[in-house]
């Protein structure tokens, strides 16, 4: 995928974009007072493209828990000087502004800059202004306004609220013909809780289609995961967390104050992931369909005598057992696949299908490789996925299936 952004074009793929932060603010939580002046910001901003920024994102206001406001004259005058600066030096690298209010953002991409950063989520003001210059926006989600926003936050499902709300953004976005990337909001109005399970489950951020921004640098956090760790030593803390983004797929641009590594980790990151895609095509053997009898059921009537149920079971073999030539000794083979889940369903009672879907897979994928000997690869087991349904349940209650089904990892 690629973007339009002021004359350049952002390529989306492999490996994540570097966005450098740029703070021209006296009170930044990490950098403020460091480049508020026109040349110390023009300075910071030619190191970072040599470092390898992808886009550099300026900002006037903090947005620091706890921050004050500051007024559209304030932000226009800290921000202007600066963009157009750093536009004149001709840097070949595009410029985000990171403001919530419209009016900036209108004279800041009249200024140079080619897309527009609105922590407070893209309101429509904001989304008119981005498709009369043809920019893109970054919509963030907060909870609330930064002086209140980390006072006890709560969700009843962190990642499916900002989900809904971002995909909203998305949509609006869409029928003006602005291109919105989507932030979670990694700080803004999110105990650590909300953090871990917001970065644990990106995957879900991006099956809304957009690409995903995310901003983890040097923030606190860190130091509460940490135990404690002062802001101008999360550097590596930071570089673990935007790893694993990458690594995943899951991030596409990533916000840091540090470039120089930031780019490290994602051109190393994009070349593992260029190579694991051009690599042999996991291989997956099925054996579905197996009828097997067992005493089941949460009922001791239930138990008294053995049901029918069918298993399914599919093994993802590694990569290296992807490689392997075109023998059945090389392979794990479907009739053993069928004993074992017969094998497993009929020397015990269970009361749950899922505990006998798990039993089946730890069979499978743990206590098989033990035993085996010979180059069966069981010990080349990435993943399984068992299923067990009960047609005669299913039959009972005018449902087509009923059972359960387990991922297992080894
Ligand atoms: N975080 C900050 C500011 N802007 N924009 C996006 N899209 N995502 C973020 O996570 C994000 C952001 C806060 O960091 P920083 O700019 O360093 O601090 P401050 O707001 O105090 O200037």
Same mark, same amino acid.
Request: aromatic share 2%; proline share 5%.
């Given at each position: 995928?690629?973007?339009?952004?002021?004359? /350049?074009?952002?390529?989306?793929?492999?490996?994540?974009?570097?966005?450098?932060?740029?703070?021209?603010?006296?009170?930044?939580?990490?950098?403020?007072?460091?480049? *508020?002046?026109?040349?110390?910001?023009?300075?910071?901003?030619?190191?970072?493209?040599?470092?390898?920024?992808?886009?550099?994102?300026?900002?006037?206001?903090?947005?620091?828990?706890?921050?004050?406001?500051?007024?559209?004259?304030?932000?226009?005058?800290?921000?202007?000087?600066?963009?157009?600066?750093?536009?004149?030096?001709?840097?070949?690298?595009?410029?985000?502004?990171?403001?919530?209010?419209?009016?900036?953002?209108?004279?800041?991409?009249?200024?140079?800059?080619?897309?527009?950063?609105?922590?407070?989520?893209?309101?429509?003001?904001?989304?008119?202004?981005?498709?009369? $210059?043809?920019?893109?926006?970054?919509?963030? $989600?907060?909870?609330?306004?930064?002086?209140?926003?980390?006072?006890?936050?709560?969700?009843?499902?962190?990642?499916?609220?900002?989900?809904?709300?971002?995909?909203?953004?998305?949509?609006?976005?869409?029928?003006?013909?602005?291109?919105?990337?989507?932030?979670?909001?990694?700080?803004?109005?999110?105990?650590?809780? /909300?953090?871990?399970?917001?970065?644990? *489950?990106?995957?879900?951020?991006?099956?809304?289609?957009?690409?995903?921004?995310?901003?983890?640098?040097?923030?606190?956090?860190?130091?509460?995961?940490?135990?404690?760790?002062?802001?101008?030593?999360?550097?590596?803390?930071?570089?673990?967390?935007?790893?694993?983004?990458?690594?995943?797929?899951?991030?596409?641009?990533?916000?840091? $104050?540090?470039?120089?590594? $930031?780019?490290?980790?994602?051109?190393?990151?994009?070349?593992?992931?260029?190579?694991?895609?051009?690599?042999?095509?996991?291989?997956?053997?099925?054996?579905?369909?197996?009828?097997?009898?067992?005493?089941?059921?949460?009922?001791?009537?239930?138990?008294?005598?053995?049901?029918?149920?069918?298993?399914?079971?599919?093994?993802?073999?590694?990569?290296?057992?992807?490689?392997?030539?075109?023998?059945?000794?090389?392979?794990?083979?479907?009739?053993?696949?069928?004993?074992?889940?017969?094998?497993?369903?009929?020397?015990?009672?269970?009361?749950?299908?899922?505990?006998?879907?798990?039993?089946?897979?730890?069979?499978?994928?743990?206590?098989?490789?033990?035993?085996?000997?010979?180059?069966?690869?069981? *010990?080349?087991?990435?993943?399984?996925?068992?299923?067990?349904?009960?047609?005669?349940?299913?039959?009972?209650?005018?449902?087509?299936?009923?059972?359960?089904?387990?991922?297992?990892?080894?």
């Amino acid at each position: 995928m690629e973007l339009a952004c002021g004359g /350049h074009s952002l390529a989306f793929g492999d490996r994540p974009l570097v966005m450098g932060v740029l703070n021209v603010t006296p009170d930044s939580f990490s950098d403020g007072g460091l480049f *508020n002046r026109p040349d110390k910001a023009l300075e910071h901003a030619r190191r970072m493209a040599a470092e390898g920024a992808d886009l550099i994102d300026i900002g006037a206001e903090s947005t620091r828990p706890g921050a004050e406001p500051v007024s559209l004259e304030d932000e226009l005058a800290r921000l202007l000087p600066v963009i157009e600066g750093i536009a004149a030096l001709d840097l070949g690298v595009p410029l985000s502004v990171d403001t919530a209010k419209p009016e900036a953002a209108d004279r800041a991409l009249i200024a140079g800059a080619g897309m527009v950063n609105d922590v407070s989520g893209a309101s429509e003001a904001m989304l008119e202004v981005a498709a009369r $210059h043809g920019a893109p926006v970054i919509a963030m $989600h907060m909870r609330g306004e930064p002086r209140t926003m980390q006072k006890e936050p709560r969700y009843d499902d962190v990642v499916a609220e900002i989900h809904d709300y971002l995909a909203e953004r998305v949509a609006a976005g869409r029928d003006l013909g602005v291109d919105v990337l989507v932030d979670p909001g990694i700080g803004f109005g999110k105990t650590l809780e /909300h953090n871990l399970d917001l970065l644990a *489950n990106l995957r879900e951020l991006r099956r809304i289609g957009a690409p995903l921004v995310l901003g983890t640098s040097r923030k606190s956090f860190l130091d509460r995961l940490l135990g404690g760790v002062p802001v101008e030593e999360r550097l590596s803390g930071t570089l673990a967390v935007n790893a694993w983004a990458a690594a995943l797929g899951t991030a596409d641009v990533l916000r840091v $104050h540090d470039v120089g590594p $930031h780019r490290q980790l994602a051109e190393s990151i994009g070349a593992l992931r260029a190579r694991r895609r051009s690599s042999a095509p996991r291989r997956r053997v099925l054996a579905r369909g197996i009828a097997c009898r067992s005493r089941i059921g949460v009922t001791a009537a239930e138990r008294a005598k053995p049901q029918e149920l069918v298993v399914d079971i599919d093994v993802t073999l590694t990569a290296q057992a992807a490689r392997a030539r075109d023998r059945l000794g090389e392979t794990v083979d479907y009739a053993e696949l069928a004993a074992i889940a017969q094998a497993v369903a009929d020397r015990n009672e269970y009361r749950l299908v899922e505990t006998l879907a798990e039993s089946i897979a730890a069979t499978v994928g743990r206590e098989r490789p033990k035993a085996a000997g010979g180059s069966t690869p069981w *010990n080349r087991i990435e993943s399984l996925r068992v299923r067990v349904t009960k047609p005669g349940a299913a039959r009972e209650i005018g449902a087509a299936e009923v059972g359960a089904e387990i991922d297992w990892r080894p």
